[in-house]
């Protein structure tokens, strides 16, 4: 396994068609970004009335522009530098998916522990996997990203009716440098 990262993204505002996070490795790294794991859980605290937001989750190739940068955080401290051309952001503009790995429906509303309801599932950790690319298993290849290639989540966007809009994610990204 190569040097390995976390990747946070809290407090992540939806909105239509948003990309809600985003990795790009960017020519000239001279690396491999391997997605092992992808975590988005709700994190909606405010009373909104029920809703479903549809995200999709796959490939891009060029650069995006925009955004709210974020910072990788190192799982080892003596890892190398981490590669100023890999870049990540959220809310960044001019991606098109166009190979879609997982697409899924999350309830918005805010969740109440009091009330045990199913809202509290989008945010117990091991249900708020998204994607799981066989992390310990040998035989699955994680979701590779080489030199001008990106992964990104977005809101699925108005092509899908009463696709919600409101409501706020915390988003999680494992990955590795090889």
Do not use: C
């Amino acid at each position: 396994m190569g040097s390995t990262y976390f990747l946070p993204a809290t407090g992540v505002a939806n909105a239509n068609g948003k990309n809600l996070i985003a990795i790009y490795n960017g020519n000239g790294s001279g690396k491999t970004v391997r997605i092992w794991r992808v975590f988005v859980s709700n994190a909606q605290t405010n009373t909104i009335t029920g809703g479903v937001a549809i995200a999709r989750a796959g490939r891009f190739y060029t650069a995006y522009s925009g955004g709210t940068g974020l910072t990788p955080v190192s799982m080892d401290p003596t890892n190398p530098s981490f590669p100023s051309q890999i870049v990540s952001a959220t809310g960044p503009t001019g991606i098109t998916i166009t190979d879609i790995v997982r697409q899924l429906a999350f309830f918005m509303d805010e969740f109440s522990v009091a009330d045990a309801s199913s809202d509290i599932l989008n945010v117990i950790p091991g249900l708020s996997v998204y994607l799981d690319f066989g992390y310990l298993d040998e035989n699955l290849e994680p979701f590779m990203l080489a030199e001008g290639e990106g992964f990104a989540i977005q809101h699925a966007g108005a092509a899908y009716p009463n696709n919600y809009t409101l409501g706020t994610f915390d988003i999680y990204v494992e990955f590795d440098l090889v």
